[in-house]
Every structure is written in structure tokens, then in C-alpha cells.
Nanobody, 121 residues
């Protein structure tokens, strides 16, 4: 059984910063990629940032230059440093990981429970 546990959400003023963390635990053989998605009320879930096992990253255009994704492979943890936050960044942020449970199994998607980020004055 694999679990993704997120932390770090909250209320912040525009221009402020938050750091999200997501730790994967369980019988994990390897993690192919880890990332963050977000879903605002009335909108579809969208990719925010992803980091792959080799270290390469991708970001949504709306967060480039403001958000930074990083990963601690030894701790199976991914971080999202969010700076210069805007009201439009308000959403529930979900951690996602592509995980293989054994060398013979294909990669499967796992999701965290979500953490609320609210940017408001």
C-alpha cells in the first residue's frame, strides 16, 4: 500500500510564499515522477509542476518563474516552493506520483488527499 501525505498549505497574502511537501511511503520499488496538480472551484484539475527521476522539470506557464519543484529521492519527498503568490493561485493542491511497486510491475498513479492554498488579503 502506498500513501502520499501532503503538508504546507494555508492562507497567505498576495505576494507571499508557501512551501508544500509531499512524502510517499509504503512498499515502493521506484518513483518515476512526482508532481503537483491544482483544482480551483468550478475548474478542471491542472498540472502545476512535475519532476522526473532524472531531475528534469516542467511547469505550467502560469507559475513559471514563481514556483520551484524539487525532490529528495532519499526521503521519497517532493516539494513545491511557491513565491509571489497571486489570488488566482487559490486552489486545492494535489500531490501525484508515478510509482512502481516491483521491477515486474508497471508504473501506477497515486494521489495525495489535497491541501488547500488560499491567497487573499
Amino acid at each position: 500500500q502506498v500513501q502520499l501525505v501532503e503538508s504546507g498549505g494555508g492562507l497567505v497574502q498576495p505576494g507571499g510564499s508557501l512551501r508544500l511537501s509531499c512524502a510517499a511511503s509504503g512498499s515502493i520499488f521506484s518513483i518515476v515522477a512526482m508532481g503537483w496538480y491544482r483544482q480551483a472551484p468550478g475548474k478542471q484539475r491542472e498540472l502545476v509542476a512535475v519532476i522526473r527521476s532524472g531531475g528534469n522539470t516542467d511547469y505550467a506557464d502560469s507559475v513559471k518563474g514563481r514556483f520551484t519543484i524539487s525532490r529528495d529521492n532519499a526521503k521519497n519527498t517532493v516539494y513545491l516552493q511557491m513565491n509571489s503568490l497571486k489570488p488566482e493561485d487559490t486552489a486545492v493542491y494535489y500531490c501525484n506520483a508515478g510509482i512502481r511497486l516491483s521491477i515486474t510491475m508497471r508504473t501506477q498513479d497515486y494521489w495525495g488527499q489535497g491541501t488547500q492554498v488560499t491567497v487573499s488579503s
